[in-house]
């Protein structure tokens, strides 16, 4: 042990030579103690980082994936096959003349006849007259019968549609009731039947060899090659309602968007690979309740930039950079506060942080605020917004930017900080338009229907095959947003469109339909 000098003893410069060693070792050790509180604070961040991390991940479930297709796989690929088949032979057939149709060779179909023991509804097609041109009348001489399948929830039934003939004695002329157009001509399903396959696909996500199991059970042998056929075609009639119901919803000035990943069968491969749906939708503050899925083949920012075309307006997204570059010709961007919000709460479910526990609770205020105001108009939410919200954002936006330099760069914290910081102008937008919603969550929503139904139909066929998928659960969705009953919908629109107007086709739009009741005798 060193023994202590006397101070008293010592001359000056003596004093001075141990003040001068006093300082040096004191120097030494305040860098030595510097080194390893820096340690410590790096390992801290690295600590809540990992544990950050660790939680994510836990949080996460993994299904196990494989690129081999198994039995059910193909019975799925199967039918997604035969109804791109029925597309394209349906679009063939709108594309040519009627001299091309009629130069075509005609196949005439082998049918099973329809159980006798089915109730049948017979429905009579008559001339409206039954007074020939030349002024005699005519006589009943015969009749024609074709039989059509009908389904009502839970009942198949028969249409029998009787179209009597009737002769004139005198001239030798034959009067015949036109036979009602159908969506699929001389088939046997009724728009009926054709609704409940597309909405027990498309909304229930049931595949077609589980719902050719179904009629099997009820004793119809209707193959899934049929009830593909019969996708298919009916996907190239409804696709026109669906152009005219993204002009409709390009319309409007304020949008959400969003997308989700699909497996999509790789051409003249046995492999899958990742497929994307977009959403658009309306907010939920519009009148018009509309959502118009888009299936392209990757995730690409040009899939956004062709959709919206030249639309220029305000749109809610996250901060995928796909977005980014509409973002410069006139669209504006909408931060979404929920992922914000999305990286306290995983901040503080990983390790219970204080810090994410005040922003969640600032943020919480925010949304507090929104659900007071959801009934209320734009002008007036507008006001309540700058009066109550402003004033709480910009408290949080103040105490993001204290604590930001309080924490480590690389931290679990600093990273949540750092996206909201970043993104404050367009997370905050939305309190300047009182028409604008805070957060992205209404499109996710939106999109939910897909990630239920991939772990039924597991893959898009091809990329016809997830456009058709696309245009049914739009019409199918939107009818839901619209208060609809999604099969009577279709049902309805089904037997209506093969005589609808071009010009009139927005009235068969989910927002503007209304239900034609038809005369069955």
Same mark, same amino acid.
């Given at each position: 042990?060193?023994?202590?000098?006397?101070?008293?003893?010592?001359?000056?410069?003596?004093?001075?030579?141990?003040?001068?060693?006093?300082?040096? *070792?004191?120097?030494?050790? /305040?860098?030595?103690?510097?080194?390893?509180?820096?340690?410590?604070?790096?390992?801290?961040?690295?600590?809540?980082?990992?544990?950050?991390?660790?939680?994510?991940?836990?949080?996460?479930?993994?299904?196990?994936?494989?690129?081999? @297709?198994?039995?059910?796989?193909?019975?799925?690929?199967?039918? &997604?096959?035969?109804?791109?088949?029925?597309?394209?032979?349906?679009?063939? /057939?709108?594309?040519?003349?009627? $001299?091309? =149709?009629?130069?075509?060779?005609?196949?005439?179909?082998? =049918?099973?006849?329809?159980?006798?023991? &089915?109730?049948?509804?017979?429905?009579?097609? +008559? !001339? $409206?007259?039954?007074?020939?041109?030349?002024?005699?009348?005519?006589?009943?001489?015969?009749?024609?019968?074709?039989? #059509?399948?009908?389904?009502?929830?839970?009942?198949?039934?028969?249409?029998?549609?009787? =179209?009597?003939?009737?002769?004139?004695? #005198?001239? $030798?002329?034959?009067?015949?009731?036109?036979?009602?157009?159908?969506?699929?001509? #001389?088939?046997?399903?009724?728009?009926?039947?054709?609704?409940?396959?597309?909405?027990?696909?498309?909304?229930?996500? @049931? !595949?077609?060899?589980?719902? +050719?199991?179904?009629?099997?059970?009820?004793? @119809?042998?209707?193959?899934?090659?049929?009830?593909?056929?019969?996708?298919?075609?009916?996907? %190239?009639?409804?696709?026109?309602?669906?152009?005219?119901?993204?002009?409709?919803?390009?319309?409007?000035?304020?949008?959400?968007?969003?997308?989700?990943?699909?497996?999509?069968?790789?051409?003249?491969?046995? #492999?899958?690979?990742?497929?994307?749906?977009?959403?658009?939708?309306?907010?939920?503050?519009?009148?018009?309740?509309?959502?118009?899925?888009?299936?392209?083949?990757?995730?690409?920012?040009?899939?956004?930039?062709?959709?919206?075309?030249?639309?220029?307006?305000?749109?809610?997204?996250?901060?995928?950079?796909?977005?980014?570059?509409?973002?410069?010709?006139?669209?504006?961007?909408?931060?979404?506060?929920?992922?914000? =919000?999305?990286?306290?709460?995983?901040?503080?479910?990983?390790?219970?942080?204080?810090?994410?526990?005040?922003?969640?609770?600032?943020?919480?205020?925010?949304? $507090?605020?929104?659900? /007071?105001?959801?009934?209320?108009?734009? /002008?007036?939410?507008?006001?309540?917004? +700058?009066?109550?919200?402003?004033?709480?954002?910009?408290?949080?936006?103040?105490?993001?930017?204290?604590?930001?330099?309080? %924490?480590?760069?690389? *931290?679990?914290?600093?990273?949540?900080?750092?996206?909201?910081?970043?993104?404050?102008?367009?997370?905050?937008?939305?309190?300047?338009?009182?028409? %604008? !919603?805070?957060?992205?969550?209404?499109?996710?929503?939106?999109?939910?229907?897909?990630?239920?139904?991939?772990?039924?139909?597991?893959?898009?066929?091809?990329?016809?095959?997830?456009?058709?998928?696309?245009? %049914?659960?739009?019409?199918?969705?939107?009818?839901?947003?619209?208060?609809?009953?999604?099969?009577?919908?279709?049902?309805?629109?089904?037997?209506?469109?093969?005589?609808?107007?071009?010009?009139?086709?927005?009235?068969?739009?989910?927002?503007?339909?209304?239900?034609?009741?038809?005369?069955?005798?």
């Amino acid at each position: 042990m060193t023994q202590r000098p006397d101070i008293n003893q010592l001359s000056a410069d003596q004093l001075r030579a141990l003040a001068t060693e006093l300082m040096d *070792s004191l120097d030494a050790k /305040d860098q030595v103690l510097g080194r390893k509180e820096r340690a410590l604070v790096r390992s801290n961040a690295i600590i809540e980082k990992l544990t950050h991390e660790v939680a994510i991940l836990k949080r996460h479930k993994y299904a196990r994936r494989s690129e081999q @297709l198994d039995a059910v796989q193909g019975k799925l690929l199967d039918e &997604l096959i035969d109804s791109d088949l029925a597309a394209i032979e349906a679009e063939l /057939d709108q594309a040519m003349t009627e $001299e091309q =149709r009629a130069a075509r060779p005609k196949q005439k179909p082998k =049918r099973t006849p329809l159980p006798p023991e &089915l109730p049948r509804i017979l429905i009579h097609h +008559e !001339p $409206e007259n039954s007074q020939c041109q030349c002024g005699c009348q005519l006589k009943r001489i015969g009749e024609d019968v074709s039989e #059509k399948l009908d389904y009502l929830p839970g009942e198949f039934t028969v249409e029998r549609h009787i =179209r009597g003939k009737w002769a004139c004695d #005198k001239c $030798e002329t034959l009067v015949q009731a036109p036979v009602p157009p159908q969506v699929i001509d #001389k088939g046997i399903p009724t728009a009926g039947l054709l609704a409940q396959v597309l909405v027990a696909k498309y909304a229930d996500h @049931l !595949p077609l060899y589980r719902q +050719e199991r179904i009629f099997g059970r009820a004793g @119809l042998e209707i193959p899934r090659s049929t009830l593909a056929e019969w996708v298919g075609a009916c996907g %190239v009639q409804l696709q026109p309602l669906v152009d005219a119901l993204r002009n409709a919803l390009l319309e409007h000035s304020v949008l959400h968007a969003d997308e989700t990943p699909v497996s999509m069968l790789a051409p003249g491969k046995k #492999k899958t690979h990742k497929a994307y749906v977009w959403a658009y939708c309306t907010t939920p503050f519009s009148d018009l309740k509309a959502t118009v899925y888009d299936f392209a083949p990757s995730r690409a920012g040009e899939h956004a930039r062709t959709f919206l075309g030249k639309w220029q307006g305000k749109l809610v997204c996250d901060d995928y950079a796909g977005y980014k570059a509409g973002f410069g010709n006139g669209i504006t961007e909408i931060g979404c506060m929920a992922h914000a =919000r999305r990286k306290f709460y995983d901040l503080h479910e990983a390790n219970k942080s204080e810090l994410a526990a005040k922003a969640l609770e600032y943020i919480g205020g925010l949304y $507090e605020i929104e659900r /007071d105001t959801k009934d209320l108009p734009p /002008d007036k939410r507008k006001e309540i917004r +700058e009066a109550k919200a402003k004033p709480l954002a910009d408290a949080l936006h103040q105490w993001m930017l204290a604590h930001r330099q309080k %924490v480590p760069d690389g *931290s679990g914290t600093a990273k949540a900080l750092d996206y909201s910081l970043k993104r404050w102008e367009a997370l905050t937008r939305y309190l300047d338009d009182g028409a %604008v !919603p805070i957060d992205n969550n209404w499109v996710e929503n939106q999109i939910r229907p897909w990630a239920l139904g991939r772990s039924n139909w597991l893959f898009a066929g091809s990329l016809r095959s997830g456009q058709r998928a696309a245009a %049914v659960m739009t019409l199918i969705q939107s009818a839901k947003l619209s208060g609809h009953d999604p099969y009577a919908y279709l049902k309805d629109v089904l037997t209506r469109l093969p005589t609808q107007k071009n010009n009139a086709i927005d009235e068969l739009l989910p927002h503007n339909w209304k239900p034609a009741i038809p005369d069955k005798v």
